[in-house]
């Protein structure tokens, strides 16, 4: 069964700095689909930014960017020039490609902004 | 588009009482899950649903139901609540599996005494 360890339950930036959120993933499979997830205070999930393990490419979305090291089963986000709007849990989460229809989530990761 | 929508936003129950969470989409989505989230943990799939009138189990089925008679409404049943299912209850919905984003619902937050 795929597992996915996020090893920071809590970070915090400062506002317009960069920070990192660490991911870890353990799959037999060499087809998947890696997420990160963001849950604000008012519970609601949003997809922030996705990941097809077949590409690459690093996914890049505006102020957040991804460092998918397939080999090492790792898939971190890194955010830049942090807002006070990006406090938040940041859930990474993995899908198979075929079969299981699942997300499997990690514990997730608090991030504080600090003004 | 409202998106996913899930009613009651907040529950308390009796120990042995039932209910039915309700969500409903209006994205015209195959796809449908239900999921919990126990606190300081991340999301667990109970059930999922690939079309109207297809439903299967996820990782933690069991004290729950589900059916799919539309496209749009995937309710989920708890049968003879228990403590372990005080949770925080997520649908969500997609287009299609795999890559394909999940949209999700804002929660119901059930609590069983």
């Known amino acids: 069964a795929q597992t996915v360890t996020q090893s920071q339950p809590e970070m915090s930036v400062q506002e317009a700095e960069t920070v990192t959120l660490s991911c870890t993933y353990d799959?037999?499979?060499?087809?998947?689909?890696l997420f990160w997830y963001k849950q604000p205070p008012s519970r609601q999930m949003i997809l922030v930014i996705r990941?097809?393990?077949?590409?690459?490419q690093n996914a890049t979305e505006n102020r957040f960017s991804v460092n998918f090291q397939k080999a090492a089963k790792s898939f971190s986000l890194k955010i830049s020039d942090s807002q006070l709007g990006d406090a938040a849990m940041y859930f990474c989460a993995y899908r198979s490609a075929v079969g299981s229809e699942k997300l499997v989530f990690g514990k997730g990761t608090k991030l504080t902004v600090n003004p | 588009n409202a998106g996913v929508t899930q009613t009651p936003k907040f529950r308390i129950l009796k120990i042995g009482q039932s209910m039915t969470l309700q969500c409903t989409q209006d994205m015209n989505h195959n796809y449908m899950y239900w999921y919990r989230q126990d606190p300081g943990m991340g999301l667990k799939l109970i059930y999922y649903s690939v079309g109207a009138g297809i439903t299967d189990k996820g990782e933690v089925p069991n004290g729950y139901n589900v059916s799919r008679s539309t496209t749009e409404d995937f309710p989920l049943r708890l049968e003879l609540a228990a403590p372990s299912q005080t949770s925080v209850y997520f649908c969500a919905s997609s287009y299609d599996r795999g890559r394909y984003e999940q949209y999700f619902g804002p929660g119901t937050r059930l609590t069983v005494t």
């Open positions: 799959t037999s499979e060499s087809d998947y689909y």
């Open positions: 990941q097809e393990a077949y590409k690459q």
